[in-house]
């Protein structure tokens, strides 16, 4: 069953133009990867500081094995995530 996963990011000041470079990149680094079907990363006309990423999985096991590959590390968890002063994250699915 596919999954959605939803984020929202905050990005520290003086942070959010790099943040929305880094995402372009992670777009296309996600989309190459087996299993991820769709990527969308938008930022809120109200706060520039604010983007929300939809990735959406062919199912939980795609979604794991995104998570925990190199590029995934590298980009989100070792130089996006120090950008950010909040990041929530839900998995969701189809009704």
Known sequence: ?????????LAA????QRVADLLATLAR???AEPGVTA?????SL??????VVLAEYTDRRA????HAGDRYRE???D????LLIDRQTEFHTEL
């Open 79 to 82: 130089t996006l995530a120090p």
């Open 39 to 43: 990527f969308r990363s938008l930022r």
């Open 13 to 16: 000041p003086g942070q959010e």
């Open 1 to 9: 069953m596919p999954v959605v996963l939803v984020a929202d990011w």
């Open 29 to 31: 680094t996600a989309l």
């Open 46 to 51: 109200r706060d520039p500081a604010a983007f």
């Open 75 to 77: 980009l989100v968890q």
């Open 63 to 66: 979604a794991e094995a995104h």
